[in-house]
């Protein structure tokens, strides 16, 4: 379908945290988690700095756990152990209570009806999130960048995602909250992007296509300003 100014697309692709609920509830629902913790915390913001600067990789997950481990001073397996029960395992039960933003699910199933390909493209493992607010069934691809090897705003897992989706790039909108990561990532990757910000007042945004606050507008966007091809 054409969508107003951008042309064909044929595929949206979204961001989940902070994209698709407010993140700030993952902050306050886990502080306790966070602040019983803070060395581990402090280590692993600064290794996650250095993996979103890294090229490619094989091995993301064991490259990650050797560096947690020279923070750390612990062998590499007992990193990875920490890594699973602080990150991945930890968190995940704190998202069964994180509800998503309003009309979310909603704006998927209109996307899915209009005849768009969905996608979610992820930094931290989607299945962290377990059903993901019954939008799964929505969805075409979904996939982390750990697993694919880059995070963002690395353009790799962007044309790794437009592969699955078995899409041309510049046919997909990302949907995403990050400057840094999202919107530069999927630009860089040669894809639209959506712009999202809880600020009602930001209008515009440098470099993105689109910028919404409320999942409506990104529907009357994609859909309300579209010509369908016979």
């Not at 042309?7 to 949206?12: C, D, F, M, N, S």
């Not at 019983?36 to 993996?51: D, N, S």
Request: glycine share 6%; charged share 25%.
């Amino acid at each position: 379908m054409k969508v107003g100014n951008l042309g064909e697309i044929e595929a949206v692709a979204f961001d989940i945290d902070g994209t698709l609920y407010a993140q700030w509830q993952i902050h306050f629902r886990a502080i306790f988690h966070y602040i019983t913790r803070p060395f581990f915390f402090l280590k692993y913001g600064l290794v996650r700095k250095e993996m979103h600067g890294l090229k490619p990789l094989e091995n993301f997950v064991e490259v990650q756990a050797e560096k947690m481990a020279e923070k750390l001073h612990c062998t590499t397996e007992e990193s990875l152990s920490l890594l699973d029960k602080h990150v991945y395992t930890g968190l995940s039960k704190y998202f069964t209570k994180i509800p998503c933003l309003p009309n979310v699910p909603e704006t998927f199933q209109k996307f899915k009806e209009a005849g768009l390909k969905i996608a979610l493209l992820s930094d931290f493992p989607p299945e962290q999130k377990g059903e993901i607010w019954g939008i799964k069934k929505y969805c075409d691809v979904i996939l982390g960048t750990e697993a694919l090897g880059a995070l963002k705003p690395d353009p790799y897992s962007f044309l790794k995602m437009a592969e699955a989706l078995e899409v041309p790039p510049e046919k997909i909108l990302f949907v995403g909250n990050s400057k840094k990561y999202d919107l530069a990532g999927s630009k860089n990757a040669g894809m639209k992007c959506a712009f999202f910000t809880q600020n009602k007042f930001v209008r515009k945004v440098k470099g993105a296509d689109f910028c919404f606050s409320k999942y409506r507008q990104l529907q009357d966007f994609v859909l309300k300003c579209n010509i369908k091809d016979n």
